[in-house]
């Protein structure tokens, strides 16, 4: 429950095709809106920025309606915005940026730009209450896939372990959907494919996992590469291309990477706890495996539900919340957006 007097804050949500309102109060999700042009991309097969951003205008309004019937607050019970400004396509990043600025200056309330990844491992909070005191978080996403040392969220730099040298592990996720024909967004797609077929069937490349090679550093397009010689090869011959045992394999070689390297981040740091966010921690096989994986180790494994993994503006109210929280200046109105932010803490500094 939250008091009358508690901050009420309104997230923002617009990088890529997610047009997201979120309302939390104290680490409570109070409720949220959602809306989605995932299908105006799909004959693109991926986004299409001006089509997000389009959207995104048509969609705000509406979108921030449903967030507060959800949460059963009124516009003017808002206390403070916190939106995303970076990362993110920069013609969809301005548009919830516009949009938070505009509720900000005529609510009269201070505004937070927020990095997007953060969001993404706020989301956790909503679910399992604060994160302990130093975690590792993986954050596996369409556009990031990287291993993190998080202590304070919001108070304290955030150490990056180890990053993707290409693809990131959703990127693949819809590149290789792309290639067996199964439209975008392409991890839901393989992950249907995948069900009944046999993750065992082709043995893709895990790369980076000889002994000499970066521990924590990821790279995945030469699993998409492998499994698009292996299409052509089929065709080649003239043989039936066996999609569901393709995706099934080509998500066994992802997961099997994802968990391996993180698992070790937390063993090699003395730490108890790992966070898996972002949208590909919504593959029912990379819940399960690291599920496993982790009981083995006794590893606390935190990851959000799948409706809070993928883009959503609860996650950026999240941060929001823990920002005001702790006491950190508001950002202004003259937060701008820097489309290509790297992670080093929650709250995006003004570009100058
Ligand atoms: N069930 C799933 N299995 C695997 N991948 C999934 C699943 N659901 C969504 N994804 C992938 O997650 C990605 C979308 O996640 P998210 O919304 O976090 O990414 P993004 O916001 O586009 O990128 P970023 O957060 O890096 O800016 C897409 O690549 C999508 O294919
Ligand atoms: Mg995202």
């Known amino acids: 429950m939250t008091t009358s007097s508690a901050p009420v804050i309104l997230g923002v949500e617009s990088s890529c095709d997610e047009t997201g309102f979120g309302i939390v109060s104290e ?4 409720g949220q809106g959602l809306a989605s042009s995932a299908s105006q991309h799909a004959e693109f097969g991926g986004v299409v920025p001006e089509i997000a951003a389009r959207a995104h205008l048509e969609a705000a ?4 309606q449903i967030a507060l019937a959800d949460a059963g607050v009124e516009l003017g019970d808002i206390s403070h915005v916190a939106v995303t400004s970076g990362p993110g396509l920069a013609t969809a990043v301005h548009v919830g940026l516009a949009a938070a600025k505009s509720i900000a200056w005529s609510l009269d309330v201070p505004l937070y730009g927020v990095h997007h990844l953060a969001g993404h491992a706020a989301a956790d909070t909503l679910e399992h209450g604060p994160l302990p005191e130093r975690s590792i978080v993986l954050i596996v996403s369409g556009g990031h896939t990287s291993i993190l040392a998080v202590g304070d969220l919001v108070r304290d730099p955030i150490e990056h ?7 990131a592990a959703g990127e693949a996720f819809d590149k290789v959907s792309r290639l067996l024909g199964l439209g975008y967004p392409g991890g839901p797609a393989i992950s249907r494919a995948a069900v009944g077929g046999d993750p ?9 996992m000889r002994p000499g090679d970066d521990p924590f550093t990821f790279s995945f397009s030469g699993l998409k590469t492998s499994v698009a010689r292996t299409v052509e090869a089929l065709e080649r011959a003239g043989e039936e291309v066996p999609v569901s045992d393709i995706a099934a394999s080509f998500e066994q070689a992802v997961v099997d990477v994802l968990v391996a390297k993180s698992v070790r981040a937390v063993t090699e740091r003395g730490l108890d706890t790992l966070v898996i966010v972002g949208g590909v921690a919504a593959n029912a096989r990379l819940r399960e495996v690291a599920r496993r994986r982790c009981d083995a180790e006794g590893i ?3 990851i959000p539900p799948p409706r809070l993994c993928t883009d959503n503006g609860a996650m950026i109210a999240a941060v929001g919340d823990l920002l005001v929280r702790s006491g950190a200046e508001p950002s202004g109105l003259r937060i701008a957006a ?5 992670l080093h803490g929650a709250q995006l500094p003004l570009l100058r």
Do not use: H, I
């Open 27 to 30: 680490g409570t999700l109070l």
């Open 200 to 208: 065992a069937a082709f043995s893709f490349p895990r790369a980076m």
């Open 338 to 342: 820097d489309p290509s932010a790297v």
């Open 300 to 302: 606390d494994l935190r």
């Open 61 to 64: 309004v509406p979108t921030l």
């Open 161 to 167: 372990l180890g990053d993707t040298l290409d693809d």
